[in-house]
């Protein structure tokens, strides 16, 4: 990958979709294709990409047969349970108190976050948390950030909604402060009860 963006710098920097390139590296590859879908530069897609390449070499080495790999925010799932993952949303009063409940005929399957004040990742929006669920990790990671720049306000919910109409995800949900969207017919969103609350998540 290194040689790679070393040939294409912008690659790297480019905030916009890039050709395919039928001799980039195959992870390479993924996010291009991840990128031109979502309408981003092909790094909005990187964290998802390599999360799920390296998941899925370690069940096809038979090393395991489940696995999560978690990479700042995106992270790519093959369980043979259910699994609720919880939404970090920063100084939000919702951080902590939602979850994504992954059924296990969804499996395997990808939840990425962009946020817009949250983290070191680039977003032009100010969306606390935005996640993604999808089938494929690099879309997932792609569609998080497109869909977290479209976001500075809860007023922009309506914007996101007209956006999913022909995403191919599976489901979404968005937090901006107190407030929250949420889209997708695989989406099913519960209750915690976070030991963490308090320590982690100030009460509001």
């Known amino acids: 990958m290194e040689s790679y963006i ?19 590296p195959v992870v390479a590859q993924k996010m291009l294709r991840a990128a031109q879908k979502a309408g981003v530069g092909p790094m909005a897609a990187v964290a998802g ?5 390296l998941g899925q070499a370690l069940l096809a080495e038979g090393l395991t047969s489940e696995i999560v790999v978690e990479n700042g925010g995106d992270i790519f799932l093959a369980t043979q349970r259910e699994v609720t993952v919880a939404i970090w ?14 059924k296990r005929e969804l499996m395997p399957c990808a939840v990425c976050t962009s946020s817009g004040t949250v983290g070191h990742s680039l977003s032009l929006g100010r969306a606390d948390a935005l996640c993604v ?10 569609y998080a950030t497109s869909l ?14 007209k956006a999913l109409k022909k995403a191919p995800l599976l489901g979404v949900v968005c937090v901006v402060k107190d407030q929250l969207f949420a889209w997708g ?6 209750a915690l009860n976070t030991p963490l ?8």
């Not at 070393?6 to 980039?24: I, Y």
């Not at 949303?89 to 992954?102: D, E, F, M, V």
């Not at 479209?150 to 919910?157: A, Q, S, T």
């Not at 609350?197 to 509001?204: E, M």
């Open 89 to 102: 949303a920063g100084a939000s009063p919702l951080s902590g108190k939602i979850g994504l409940r992954l």
């Open 148 to 161: 977290a720049n479209l976001v500075k306000g809860p007023e922009d919910f309506s914007t996101l909604k």
């Open 185 to 190: 017919k695989e989406l099913e969103l519960v």
């Open 6 to 24: 070393l040939k294409h710098p912008d690659f790297l920097s480019s905030l916009k979709p890039l050709p395919l390139d039928p001799k980039a």
């Open 133 to 142: 669920i999808a089938k494929d990790t690099a879309l997932a990671d792609a």
């Open 197 to 204: 609350q308090g320590k982690f998540f100030p009460q509001k």
């Open 49 to 53: 990409a390599i999360a799920e390449e």
